[in-house]
Nanobody, 122 residues
Framework: QVQLVDSGGGSVQTGGSLRLSCAVS????????LSWFRQVPGKEREDVARIDSTDSITYTDSVVGRFTISEDTTQNILYLQMMNLKPEDTAMYYCAARRGVCAIGYKGYTHWGQGTQVTVSS
């Protein structure tokens, strides 16, 4: 059974940093895509970063150079290191998983963490 548990959110000021963690269980890394999404009220869930089964990484344009996705397969944790945070990064952040190739958009993902809130104040 696949389980994802998000943590690490919090409140920071503009320019601050946070590291999100997602404890992952029940998957084989060589066959799954792992991703981070974010959502603000009234808007669709947005792709932030994803790492596929071959360790190929993709970021949405707005976080390039500031966010880093990584996975520790020995500890079974997916990370999202976020630096130089901006107020527009404020959102609920979710990790997600799907078997096979990465999907574009949230509808292709079958497993989700519960979310962790990130708030960036100016």
């Amino acid at each position: 059974q696949v389980q994802l548990v998000d943590s690490g959110g919090g409140s920071v000021q503009t320019g601050g940093s946070l590291r999100l963690s997602c404890a992952v269980s029940g998957i084989t890394y060589s066959t799954y895509c792992l991703s981070w999404f974010r959502q603000v009220p009234g808007k669709e869930r947005e792709d932030v970063a994803r790492i596929d089964s071959t360790d190929s990484i993709t970021y949405t344009d707005s976080v390039v150079g500031r966010f880093t996705i990584s996975e520790d397969t020995t500890q079974n944790i997916l990370y999202l290191q976020m630096m130089n945070l901006k107020p527009e990064d404020t959102a609920m952040y979710y990790c997600a998983a799907r078997r096979g190739v990465c999907a574009i958009g949230y509808k292709g993902y079958t497993h989700w963490g519960q979310g962790t809130q990130v708030t960036v104040s100016s």
